[in-house]
């Protein structure tokens, strides 16, 4: 697997934003999202085994991980699979951050572990690459299905995709809105949220308000 960086940090997004977690970060991004804070990542990196990522986590005394990129579920499949087993073997919360394009079923989920399901919207210029059927794929309960918007024509577009493919709150599905970091106000998402009545979850990157917005390694 290649490996951008690994650090100890709040988790900034998701259910989980606020929680010390160990972040390990691979290299290579099939997408080019417009807005995307992580550029560094489609290159740079360092051939690192599944056993080595494992050791280094556990060099931290949280046993709560987030797998992203770049794009974790194009790395090598067996490896992959390696890693989440050796987590979840050994009792460690995982959050997959995976952008919508890939089969989500690539891998098998040990308990404790979920996907944070990004849905690409028309101001990203990745919509089109999304597949759908991975919202036939994912738990409910367990997933939680992100939309990153920056602005309202995006906004629209996310609730016609959760209207046609019946991913309603109301169904039991954990649905996240994110404002796209300066570009869209919080406030202005959260006033769309608020008009819908709408019972979904908005999230800023905390990371961004506690740390230089552009900062690598938080
Ligand atoms: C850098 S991506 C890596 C994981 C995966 N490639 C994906 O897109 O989900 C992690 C998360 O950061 C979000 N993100 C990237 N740039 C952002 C920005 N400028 N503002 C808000 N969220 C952003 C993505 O939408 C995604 O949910
Ligand atoms: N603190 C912090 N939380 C995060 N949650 C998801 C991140 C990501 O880049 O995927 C991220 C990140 O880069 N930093
Ligand atoms: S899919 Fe994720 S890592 Fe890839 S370009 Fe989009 S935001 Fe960046
Ligand atoms: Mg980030």
Not at 62 to 70: M, S
Not at 112 to 141: A, C
Not at 191 to 205: G, P, T
Request: include cysteine; charged fraction near 30%.
């Amino acid at each position: 697997m290649k490996l951008n960086e690994l650090f100890f940090s709040i988790q900034g997004e998701s259910s989980s934003m606020g929680l010390p977690t160990v972040f390990v970060r691979f290299t290579g991004c099939n997408l080019r999202c417009s807005y995307c804070d992580t550029t560094y990542a489609y290159f740079e990196g360092t051939r690192t085994t599944p056993e080595e990522i494992f050791r280094r986590i556990e060099e931290y005394g949280v046993r709560r991980v987030c797998l992203t990129g770049g794009e974790p579920l194009i790395q090598p499949r067996e490896e992959l699979q390696q890693l989440l087993d050796l987590l979840g073997g050994n009792n460690y919360e995982v959050s997959i951050e995976t952008d919508g394009s890939i089969d989500i079923e690539r891998v098998k989920l040990r308990p404790k572990q979920r996907f944070v399901l990004d849905i690409k919207v028309p101001s990203s210029d990745m919509h089109t690459y999304m597949d759908f059927d991975n919202l036939k794929r994912v738990v409910p309960e367990r997933d939680e299905i992100k939309f990153v918007v920056g602005n309202e024509e995006d906004y629209l577009w996310s609730k016609e995709i959760i209207r046609r493919y019946e991913i309603s709150p109301e169904r039991g599905y954990r649905l996240l809105f994110s404002p796209v970091y300066g570009v869209l106000e919080p406030r202005t998402l959260a006033e769309w949220i608020l008009q819908d009545e709408w019972d979904v979850r908005l999230q800023v990157q905390l990371h961004k308000w506690l740390w230089e917005p552009g900062k690598r390694g938080v």
